[in-house]
C-alpha cells in the first residue's frame, strides 16, 4: 500500500489524541513530521519525525503529501490557505473556518489547485452518532417530530489552553462543541429553514461565551442544540422524539478515553461501548409496543482516514463534504446574529 506522508501542524491534545494514533495506525499513511516551535514532545513518541520550527517550513518540505490543520481555530483559514498554495492536500480540524466567506474561499482554491481538502468532523464516527443515524434511518420512531442534541460539561475552571479563553471572533463554546452538534443535526435531518439562538456567559470567571441553546426550525421538526459548562448531571446526549416512540442515548466518549490512556486504535474491542450505555428505545414496531436498550454501533475515528486515504488514492468521495462543513460555519453566524438582534433567522443555502 502506497503511503501518504503526513505532517501535523501542532502536537497538543488533538495531535496527540485525534490524530497521531489513526496516522500512524491507519497502513497507508506515515506520520512524516510535525511543527512544534520550540518543544519535541512527539519524538517522546514517534522518534522518527521531522519537527518543523514554523509552518512555512512544514509546507515547504516536497516529502509532505498531506497537512493536518489542527491548530486554534483562528488559524484555520489562514493554514489551510497556505498549504493549498504550497500544493498540499489538507485535513482540517473543525471549525472549518470562521467565517462562511472563508469557508467558500477555500472550497474555491482546492477545486482550483485540484487539492483534496476534508474538515475533521469525528464525532460522526462515534457509537451514539452511529446508534442514533440507525434509529433515524430505519425510521424506529416513525416521523421524527422534535430532537435534542446536547453535549454538556460540569467546568468551573478555565481551559489551561489560553488562547480559547481569549475573548474572539472564533472563540467559545459555540465554535468549539456547537460545531459537533449542528454537524450531527445536519446529518441527520438535512439543512433547517430558520433558528433562533440563546448565547450567554454562566461561568462568572469566564470572558468567552460557555452556553448556548439554538432551536433550528424545519417544516415538520424542531431541533434543539444545547452546551453549558454547568451542567453537573448531564441529560442524554441524544433525545429524540417521533410519530411512533422515542430514543434516548447518552453521549459516547470511549475512544477519546482509550485515546486518553494510551489505547491504540489497533487494540480488540475498539469503539465498543458497555452494554450500560445503550440507549433506551421506546416504539411501535409491527403494531408491538417495545422498550428495550438498544445495542450500539461500534465508532471509530479510523474510519474518517481510511476514507481520507480512499478520497486520495481512489478519487472517492472525502469523508466529509466541504458544503457540509460550511453550512456548520453558515449555522453559527446566523447563530450570533440571532442573539445579537434576538429573533428569528431565516436560512438560505
Known sequence: MEKINTALASFGMSGVVFHAPFIVAHPGFQLTGVFERSKELSKEKYPWVKIYRSFDELIADPEVDLVVVNTPNHTHFDFTKKALLAGKDVIVEKPFTTFTEEADELIQLAREKNRFLTVYHNRRYDSDFRTVKKVVAQKMLGDIVEAEIHYDRFKEELSPKVHKEIPSESTGSLYDLGSHLIDAALQLFGRPEALFADIHI????????????????????????????????????????????????????????????????????????????????????????????????????????????????????????????????????????????????????
Open 202 to 349: 454562566v461561568r462568572p470567571i469566564s470572558k468567552v461565551y460557555d452556553y448556548f441553546d439554538i432551536v433550528l426550525y424545519y417544516p415538520t421538526l424542531r431541533v434543539r442544540v444545547k452546551s453549558s459548562y454547568l451542567v453537573r448531571e448531564a441529560l442524554p446526549g441524544f433525545i429524540l422524539h417521533g410519530s411512533k416512540g422515542s430514543f434516548l442515548k447518552n453521549r459516547s466518549d470511549v475512544q477519546e478515553i482509550a485515546l486518553q490512556a494510551g489505547k491504540s486504535p489497533n487494540e480488540g474491542g475498539w469503539g465498543i461501548e458497555s452494554d450500560l450505555d445503550r440507549g433506551l428505545l421506546h416504539t411501535v414496531i409491527d403494531g408491538q409496543e417495545i422498550k428495550e436498550k438498544l445495542p450500539s454501533e461500534v465508532g471509530n475515528y479510523l474510519d474518517f482516514y481510511d476514507e481520507v486515504y480512499q478520497a486520495i488514492k481512489s478519487n472517492s468521495s472525502a469523508p466529509v463534504a466541504l458544503e457540509d462543513a460550511r453550512d456548520v460555519i453558515k449555522i453559527i453566524r446566523a447563530a450570533y446574529q440571532s442573539n445579537e438582534e434576538k429573533r428569528l433567522i431565516p436560512l438560505s443555502f
